[in-house]
């Protein structure tokens, strides 16, 4: 059972930067997961944005294909996602969690990331 933490969020400007990172817990297997990234914005349904195979291929959604990169520390338990060139758009709680997700891997509380235009 994966029981990510969420961090790094805030409050940026469009064209800024951040990193977010997930500590997920409760899991001796992480490093055979795939792990991804999902967000969700107001009104709208959370998607997977990133994901990272065990053998550390990622693979992207068109919407931030060439600005994110997901990346992973299997010695932390700990899945990254780096944020470039950030747009208004990107404004949502980020997540962390197993892909496809498993009914038994809870999801953490997110962590906000804040486009100002």
């Known amino acids: 059972q994966v029981q990510p933490v969420e961090s790094g969020g805030g409050l940026v400007q469009a064209g800024d930067s951040l990193r977010l990172s997930c500590a997920a817990s409760g899991t001796l297997l992480f490093s055979m997961n795939t792990m991804g990234w999902y967000r969700q914005a107001p009104g709208k349904q959370r998607e997977l944005v990133a994901s990272?195979?065990?053998?550390?291929?990622?693979n992207y959604a068109d919407s931030v294909k060439g600005r994110f990169t997901i990346s992973r520390d299997n010695a932390k338990n700990t899945v990254y996602l780096q944020m470039n060139s950030i747009k208004p758009e990107d404004t949502a709680i980020y997540y962390c969690?197993?892909?496809?997700?498993?009914?038994?891997?809870?999801w953490g509380q997110g962590t906000q990331v804040t486009v100002s235009s």
């Open positions: 969690n197993t892909v496809p997700r498993r009914p038994w891997d809870s």
């Open positions: 990272i195979t065990s053998s550390e291929t990622s």
